[in-house]
């Protein structure tokens, strides 16, 4: 059978803590993080990353540590030039507490996912090449702009020098994937599930199921991912996104978090959810990054468009009571410019 060659079976019983990944051959860690899933105003953004590690790697866990003149924290970043190594990769929410926050987030793209060359200039570009071919919502956006300049902030210099070290260190380059759902999408599902935690899962799935149809050759995979909410069990959900290609068996399930192995698949694939995710493993901390940059850009095109309109009104970041004081200053032009209150504000 299929699952005899698995070499998953150092995985211990589900009573036992948590396995360690160090106990894993998975050269592919696939990270998934998502960004403006609170905020009422603004697209909702997920990424998923893929960072092909060394097999000498022995726990995905040490990766800053076991590539330091590639990979930093936050820690110290201030003082980093956005696109020079070390290249700072860390939770997105770390990373905005710095003024360059955002262009460090901007420089992951050429330098660790190879942006095509010449770069992306426009935002519509941009999506083109990286967003997931299914549910592009964002164009029920009335706020989108395909011809928003997108800035990347790196020099063709440091991105080979980068390539280079990547290289050097067995790493390669990785591979990422963005979604970005509108509040008129974000509505619909919400109407349809009466639950606001769908429109998570949904993207979560749309991500998994990417990765696992096109991520070229047979090579092993561990997904890693931080908690969906409250969510606490995912062999459904699991199983859902396999879409019959193999069956998910729980290896542990605690308050830490979750792990399952899939039998029956064509590769070896393996799932860990865990609190604070972002924090602890740098594939997640790179798709939170990537997440919030594609949020930031979403709510400087919601600035920009009710600016527009409406001259000399405060700008937002879109949170939940600053949201409210932006929408109540917009929602008088909403009939004006046949705009309907679904497509701006989210019911959740």
């Known amino acids: 059978q299929a699952h005899e060659n698995l070499t998953l079976t150092k995985i211990i019983p589900c009573v036992t803590p948590m396995p360690d990944v160090k106990e894993i051959n998975m050269p592919w860690v696939i990270g998934c993080d998502e960004a403006g899933y609170g905020p009422p105003l603004g697209c909702f953004t997920q990424a998923s990353v893929a960072i092909k590690l060394p097999e000498t790697m022995d726990s995905v866990e040490n990766t800053w540590s076991a590539f330091p003149d590639i990979f930093r924290r936050r820690k110290g970043a201030a003082k980093a030039r956005p696109g020079d190594l070390p290249l700072v990769i860390d939770d997105s929410k770390l990373m905005t507490q710095l003024d360059s926050g955002l262009p460090h987030m901007a420089t992951l793209w050429p330098c660790l996912f190879q942006l095509p060359i010449p770069f992306p200039e426009t935002l519509d570009s941009f999506l083109n090449w990286a967003h997931l071919p299914h549910e592009k919502t964002y164009l029920e956006d009335p706020t989108f702009n395909p011809r928003k300049t997108i800035t990347w902030g790196v020099e063709e210099q440091q991105r080979l020098l980068i390539k280079g070290k990547l290289a050097t260190a067995g790493l390669g380059h990785g591979i990422a994937k963005i979604s970005m759902v509108s509040p008129s999408f974000f509505n619909k599902i919400i109407n349809k599930t009466l639950n606001k935690s769908s429109v998570l899962e949904l993207g979560w799935k749309g991500h998994i199921c990417w990765w696992l149809n096109e991520l070229p050759g047979n090579d092993p995979l561990v997904i890693i991912s931080d908690r969906l909410g409250g969510k606490k069990s995912y062999t459904s959900l699991f199983q859902e996104t396999l879409q019959g290609n193999g069956i998910v068996q729980v290896i542990a399930e605690n308050n830490e978090g979750a792990t399952y192995k899939v039998m029956g698949a064509r ?76 497509s701006v504000w989210r019911q959740r």
């Open 267 to 342: 590769r070896e694939i393996l799932l860990m959810v865990r609190t604070k995710a972002d924090f602890r493993y740098l594939p997640v901390a790179a798709a939170s990054m990537l997440a919030k940059h594609l949020r930031e850009i979403s709510m400087e095109m919601v600035n920009e468009f009710w600016q527009t309109l409406q001259p000399g009104i405060k700008p937002t970041a879109g949170y939940p009571e600053d949201g409210k004081r932006f929408y109540d200053e917009i929602k008088h032009l909403l009939p004006k410019h046949q705009i309907k209150e679904s």
